[in-house]
């Protein structure tokens, strides 16, 4: 069991469709994460929150939309997705941000119809 | 940039041992390295900071060359669990917080 919770597990949804992947942690940590992962391929950083100010965004496009409400969540709104868009969303956690170990949780498998 | 790892797979019996290298053309204040199993979560292993230090827990230990931007990650007496892929993730001091992960080395140990 990781300490890092991500809802839902799979997610298929058309390319007008709207939706939201949900992250939680309850390990105090204050810097948050989302990757991108293609299968075989490393993650690839997308937003880092810090304190729950966004403090990094890799020039995602602007189909994907983050969102941290507090400390312990973290949200990715997603709407209008192409099908390259299909991939593992990994959310993590670190304990401050810089030079912290992150905790991953399991993911959610993304398939755009 | 990403950091360059090697080698790409390995497979092993159970009780050699391995090692896995990361290395990195910029100037790095951190290496993360992290291990994960077909259709599970990255899981961190353990975390090196400019200064050169070795560190381990079992038989997984890693070292960190600041000078040659290298890291090392040393598998000894192999287990069936140590199966998966192995990342590494590197911090540089002026993307503090971006963490850029090689492509990973799969490691397969058979019985």
């Known amino acids: 069991d990781t300490e890092v919770t991500q809802t839902p597990k799979h997610l298929v949804m058309g390319m007008t469709n709207k939706k939201s992947l949900k992250c939680e942690q309850h390990m105090g940590h204050r810097a948050m994460y989302w990757y991108k992962q293609k299968a075989k391929k490393p993650p690839e950083l997308m937003f880092v929150y810090s304190y729950e100010k966004l403090s990094i965004n890799e020039s995602v496009p602007s189909r994907f939309s983050p969102e941290c409400p507090n400390s312990s969540l973290l949200n990715l709104h997603l709407h209008a997705l192409q099908p390259e868009d299909s991939a593992l969303y990994l959310c993590?956690?670190?304990?401050?941000?810089?030079?912290?170990?992150?905790?991953f949780g399991d993911g959610t498998r993304l398939s755009i119809l | 940039q990403q950091p360059v790892q090697s080698p790409q797979a390995v497979i092993l019996r159970e009780g050699e041992d391995a090692v896995i290298n990361c290395s990195s053309s910029k100037a790095l204040y951190s290496v993360h390295w992290y291990r994960q199993k077909h259709g599970e979560a990255p899981v961190f292993l353990m975390i090196?900071?400019?200064?050169?230090e070795q560190k381990g827990h079992d038989k997984i230990s890693a070292s960190f060359n600041e000078k040659k931007q290298q890291s090392s990650l040393y598998l000894t007496a192999s287990q069936l669990s140590y199966s998966g892929t192995y990342f590494c993730g590197t911090e540089t001091n002026t993307n503090a917080g971006k963490s850029t992960f090689g492509d990973g080395t799969t490691l397969t140990v058979k019985p």
């Open positions: 993590a956690s670190s304990q401050s941000g810089a030079f912290q170990p992150q905790h």
């Open positions: 090196l900071l400019k200064g050169g």
